[in-house]
């Protein structure tokens, strides 16, 4: 079974420019985060879908941060402008359900590097 | 707000050594509990899990048990090799399933 894929895995962009990522889950997960780590830190919530609608984005800095999952399979989590402190490993997660049992699956991630 | 402590790193253990990393947590209600595991250069992955209270998690020798009592949730493991070497997650669930993570712990085991 293929596991969650994310492109780019590297992404070098200057402050105030925009950058998008993409992430497919696994076939089947209704389930779609994406998750914000900053180096030395945990992963932390930005949003959560539920096939193609919010189920939570009260962590997303919506002045910048967009995201999208128009068909209830793929997503796009865009940055427009970029600011210094939004370097980080973007990750994308999948799971069947929103149940807490889950268990989410983790792509490789997408290392973002603003300068 | 609700949250996940674990112990700062990095842990320098030797081979066949016993590891242990704390982690406590808070929380409103009865969360899942996870620790998730990251291998240098690679993703996240779930290395064990509990549901409820008293749940012992185990994989790969490494064990966790939930204990409501001390909210808490640490990761154990008898003998440790060098490829245990990595970063490990403390996590709960929220609601609807999301994870909140702890600030993770570098363990890193010499021969």
């Known amino acids: 079974e293929a596991g969650v894929a994310q492109s780019p895995r590297y992404k070098i962009i200057e402050k105030r420019q925009s950058v998008a990522f993409w992430c497919n889950p696994i076939?089947?997960?209704?389930?779609l985060y994406w998750y914000q780590q900053i180096l030395g830190q945990g992963p932390k919530l930005l949003i959560q879908?539920?096939?193609?609608?919010?189920?939570?984005d009260s962590q997303l800095p919506k002045d910048r941060f967009s995201a999208e999952r128009l068909k209830g399979v793929d997503s796009t989590l865009k940055i427009q402008p970029a600011k210094l402190e939004d370097s980080a490993v973007y990750l994308c997660?999948?799971?069947?359900?929103?149940?807490?049992?889950?268990?989410?699956?983790f792509g490789p991630g997408t290392r973002l590097t603003v300068t | 707000g609700d949250s996940v402590t674990q112990m700062e790193g990095p842990v320098t253990l030797s081979e066949e050594a016993f590891l242990t990393i704390n982690c406590t947590y808070t929380?409103?209600?009865?969360?899942?509990l996870f620790w998730y595991v990251q291998y240098p250069g690679e993703g996240l992955q779930l290395l064990l899990k509990?549901?409820?209270?008293?749940d012992k998690g185990s994989n790969k020798g490494f064990e966790a048990t939930y204990r409501k009592e001390t909210t808490s949730f640490h990761l154990e493991k008898g003998s440790v090799q060098v490829s245990d070497s990595a970063v490990y997650f403390c996590a709960r669930t929220d609601s609807w399933g999301k994870l909140q993570f702890g600030a993770g712990t570098q363990v890193v085991v010499t021969p």
């Open positions: 879908f539920q096939n193609n609608g919010v189920v939570d």
């Open positions: 076939s089947g997960h209704a389930t």
């Open positions: 509990a549901t409820k209270a008293d």
């Open positions: 997660a999948s799971s069947l359900g929103l149940a807490e049992t889950y268990e989410q699956y």
């Open positions: 929380a409103t209600g009865y969360p899942s």
